[in-house]
């Protein structure tokens, strides 16, 4: 079939020209009835992983506060956040745990938690660290990002 509305006679409309199913008529009508091909797709979404809907590029995305504020205001960048990037990025990358599917580094404008010094944020798992100097980011690479495991120590 081709087209940007084909369907196949099941109450379903077919956005090939996309790739996206969209459905027609789920909701019960005024009578209370649902379009007989409604349950039908709702099986056959059912029927699909979970996972394929939520696949992520990066298994984990770790975001480094680095915003600078005036000076005399506490900010992570006063806290050596920059510095601490660029030895996570480079120690990630060395490890060959960077890239599609792995891990990404990233800096980040300003996280809103300043007063917690400089700060971190590891998603999907949404773990928040602080850190002093480069053995907290070496423990947190190795327990978290390697193991799997949260440095409660350093979290916040």
């Not at 940007?4 to 090939?16: F, I, L, P, Q």
């Not at 790739?19 to 979404?45: K, S």
Request: hydrophobic content about 30%.
């Amino acid at each position: 079939m081709s087209g940007a509305d084909a369907g196949r006679g099941d109450g379903v409309s077919y956005n090939y020209g996309q790739g996206v199913a969209m459905a027609r008529r789920l909701t019960p009508n005024r009578n209370g009835r649902r379009h007989a091909g409604a349950v039908q797709f709702e099986q056959r979404l059912l029927s699909i992983p979970a996972n394929h809907f939520a696949m992520s590029y990066y298994d984990k995305h770790v975001f480094f506060c680095c915003n600078q504020r005036p000076e005399g205001e506490q900010c992570c960048n006063n806290g050596g956040s920059q510095k601490m990037r660029d030895y996570a990025k480079d120690r990630v990358k060395q490890l060959t745990l960077s890239g599609p599917g792995k891990v990404r580094i990233n800096q980040s404008g300003c996280l809103d938690r300043c007063k917690e010094g400089p700060v971190m944020v590891v998603y999907p798992d949404a773990v928040w660290y602080t850190y002093v100097d480069q053995s907290d980011i070496e423990e947190i690479i190795n327990e978290h990002l390697v193991n799997g495991r949260i440095v409660e120590r350093l979290r916040i």
